[in-house]
């Protein structure tokens, strides 16, 4: 697909959430929020840290068993921040990435720093698909009868993608059978990286202490996030079953994956609106809601941005970061 194209998909979200603000009664959004409760909003917003740190403790544990000698869990809470701020501002949170060069700024090879990255993103998946799926049994028949069927189609296979790849791509066994296959089918120059690469990730194996600790850092990932939210719902008063809101925020997440939004604006609006209504919650509700989430995905980005501000690429790590020795 050509850019312009792929930017103009990515429109549909911000045009679905015109589209809701322009059925809605403008000056009811602004009581909602002008109504915030600031205890629970301000204590979401400190659950950051908290957050990070859940995170980068996970991305440590790949590193360690890449044989990559992981940063001290404060310096990857640095890397970890200043890939959210770079994916929170790309297509596809491709920007997140640019963790691997950071690493390689260390002396770490590149290929096991992007496979830690990737393996990192597809556990946060999982965790959000399989809660997904019971928003899709709660939930889907609160939509539109032509877009239940796509809805359905997209979180199913979503789920059934990410349970296949994280064992595929973790196991050595499965993992060399791909990577053999891929080689017969690549061109010279990219079979020999795929070669070089296979022997750079061939220390990583599906153990079950290493299974466990990554599974316990993504659920304790994920619960800090729907604490995170449910101290939204509070700040706006808003009360629904705690089930609910987790599987319906999954289901969000997971819906934020398709290229056609920018930070889930619209594709989260088109979600909440249904799903509160079904509670007896309107619409001017649900927004404000939608608001006070996006505001947390901007805290993502804005610290971030500034972390990257004192940490910029192309600087040399410090020599207490470089020891080879750091664990978190």
Known sequence: MRRPARWLLRLIGPVILAYFLLTTDLNKIIINLRSLRWAPFLL???????????????????????????????????????????????PGQSGDFIKAWYLRERGQPMAPALFSILLDRLFDFLVMALLSLLGLIAFLHLFPPPLQVPIEAFTIGFTVGIVVAIPALMARRPREWLLRHGLRLAPGRLRAALERWHDQVATLDLRPGLMGGLLLASVCAATSTMVRLWLLFR?????????????????????????????????????LIPVLRSFGY???????LSALVLLINIE?????????????????????????????
Do not use: C
């Open 44 to 90: 979401s917003l400190g659950l950051y840290p908290v957050f990070v740190a859940v995170k980068a403790w996970r991305w440590n544990l790949l590193m360690r068993d890449l044989d990559m000698p992981p940063p001290s869990l404060g310096h990857s809470m640095i890397l970890y921040m200043i890939g959210m701020f770079v994916g929170g501002a790309t």
């Open 235 to 271: 700040a706006l008063n808003v009360a629904i079953p705690f089930l609910a809101l987790v599987s319906s925020m999954a289901l969000i997440s997971n819906l934020q994956s398709l290229p056609i939004s920018f930070s889930g604006v619209g594709v989260r609006d088109a979600v």
């Open 282 to 288: 309107g619409a001017d509700q649900a927004l404000a």
């Open 300 to 328: 993502n980005i804005l610290l971030g941005f500034l972390v990257s501000l004192r940490h910029p690429l192309g600087r040399e790590a410090p020599a207490g970061a470089r020891s080879a020795g750091a664990n978190p």
